[in-house]
């Protein structure tokens, strides 16, 4: 069986990256700086090491992985839109002081890191709305989970190996989601506007953004 630490798969290399990440905002750094992958596979966060590449689930398996190394809990926490309006996407929590904040990677730059100073998970989640969109400009976001803790799984090996990162995949799908608002609230959304489209759009990887009947990779 292979060994659950992240440390004993890493190159001498990887290593020295892994244990400079020692702060959330050094984690998001490093993501930052990891192209967005749009592949329709799951990286475990010692894949994400040795490919640098990484979608939005990865991010959030290799954040988690990484804030737990520095004394953070391994949770996430899953975005989620009506099906078929667009993509999830997965957060890494962490709090300080009793305060929320997250790191994620994201094709969009408006879904990315947040200071730990949201009195609420939902308070939180509702700063990624605004960047939360599809290509035709509608907010989708709708729902989000209760976090998730990695840590009850560490027997399938998630920080390790693809396999691992598969079965939170499909555990995430299964978990119950809450309404972020109402059915009236989004029959009264206004479109996102061309500036705000056009900014959060800085940077994005076009295939990895999500077509409506075609599976492209989370967030």
């Known amino acids: 069986m292979p060994s659950p630490r992240i440390e004993d798969h890493l190159t001498p ?3 020295e990256i892994w244990n400079g990440l020692n702060s959330p905002v050094q984690i998001q750094a490093f993501l930052d700086q990891t192209p967005y992958s749009p ?3 799951d990286r475990c966060p010692v894949t994400v090491m040795h490919d640098r ?3 939005c689930l990865d991010g959030g398996l290799f954040a988690a992985a990484a804030l737990r190394r520095i004394g953070y809990p ?3 926490v899953d975005l989620l839109p009506d099906p078929g309006m667009d993509d999830d996407h997965v957060l890494a929590i962490y709090r300080v002081n009793g305060s929320y904040g997250a790191v994620a990677k994201s094709n969009f730059v408006g879904l990315r890191f947040r200071e730990p100073i ?3 998970l ?3 989640v509702l700063t990624y709305f605004e960047g939360f969109y599809s290509l035709d400009g509608i907010k989708t976001l709708r729902y989000y989970t209760r976090p998730f803790n990695l840590a009850a799984y560490d027997r399938v090996n998630w920080m390790t190996t693809d396999e691992g990162a598969q079965v939170i995949e499909k555990r995430l ?3 119950s989601h809450f309404p972020l608002i109402t059915k009236e609230m989004a029959a009264g959304l206004t479109p996102m506007d061309r500036l705000s489209y056009d900014a959060l759009m800085t ?3 076009p295939d990895g953004i999500y077509v409506p009947g075609k599976k492209k990779a989370a967030g």
């Open 173 to 175: 799908m299964q978990l």
């Open 122 to 124: 939902r308070e939180l």
């Open 13 to 15: 290399q990887e290593l």
């Open 203 to 205: 940077g994005a990887n």
């Open 39 to 41: 592949e329709d596979r």
């Open 118 to 120: 949201h009195r609420s």
């Open 53 to 55: 590449l990484a979608h």
């Open 74 to 76: 391994a949770f996430i």
